[in-house]
């Protein structure tokens, strides 16, 4: 079954550790997306990226970074300049970016907690 | 600008009919999504409007007024699993989406 595998489920890092989420999808879609989720607010887009070796910052892209060398794959490294890391990451893909009807479909999320 | 408001937590009895609502703002238009979230889980797509009208998916329906800047989601013969977050979430001006903070749906017995 085609699907988005997020690993790990759940991380802890020590303040000043970096640490890069994974993201693999095997759905063949053109589109990846890193969100974040925090209580009480809506997702917001950290990084996206469009096609292979393209990626662009969306409004919370501060204190990440991305890369994407193959079309499955799409990790997330929180680097220690992150102030608050704390929260609940998700990835989604979708078949385009560019379209009004852009169905994303998200991986089980990754918890992240700073100790 | 753009923003979106929906109501943070509704409660409703099991077998009833719940509507949650979603209103929003935006320079930009090109549809409304809804998704469900269970606690701790990934989003899972319902709903896409992009015209005004009804839109029906069994138990689920959709409307959007795009000149009232107003869209719902209606939820009937409502079942204990339906117990979870509804996230709307509009697709603007340059086809990112901008997300409410969803509505945490509790069903009673």
């Known amino acids: 079954d085609g699907g988005i595998t997020q690993s790990p489920k759940y991380l802890f890092r020590k303040e000043g550790q970096n640490v890069t989420l994974s993201c693999e999808q095997n759905l063949n879609h053109d589109a990846m997306y890193w969100y974040r989720q925090d209580p009480g607010q809506g997702l917001r887009l950290i990084y996206y990226s469009q096609i292979v070796n393209d990626f662009q910052k969306g409004d919370i892209a501060e204190g990440y970074s991305v890369s994407r060398e193959k079309k499955e794959s799409f990790p997330l490294t929180v680097t220690s300049a992150q102030k608050n890391p704390t929260a609940f990451y998700l990835c989604a893909s979708s078949i385009d970016a560019g379209t009004g009807a852009n169905v994303l479909t998200f991986g089980a999320g990754s918890r992240l907690t700073v100790l | 600008g753009q923003n979106i408001d929906q109501p943070t937590e509704m409660t409703a009895t099991e077998g009833a009919i719940v509507q949650i609502n979603c209103t929003y703002q935006t320079s930009g238009f090109n549809g409304l999504f809804w998704y469900q979230q269970h606690a701790g889980e990934a989003p899972t797509f319902l709903s896409y409007n992009v015209l005004d009208g009804l839109e029906e998916k069994g138990r689920f329906s959709s409307f959007l007024s795009r000149s009232k800047g107003y869209s719902y989601l209606l939820l009937k013969e409502l079942q204990m699993k339906d117990s979870a977050s509804y996230l709307c979430?509009?697709?603007?001006?340059?086809?990112?989406?901008?997300w409410g903070a969803g509505t945490k749906l509790i069903i009673k017995p």
């Open positions: 979430a509009l697709s603007g001006s340059n086809y990112q989406l901008i």
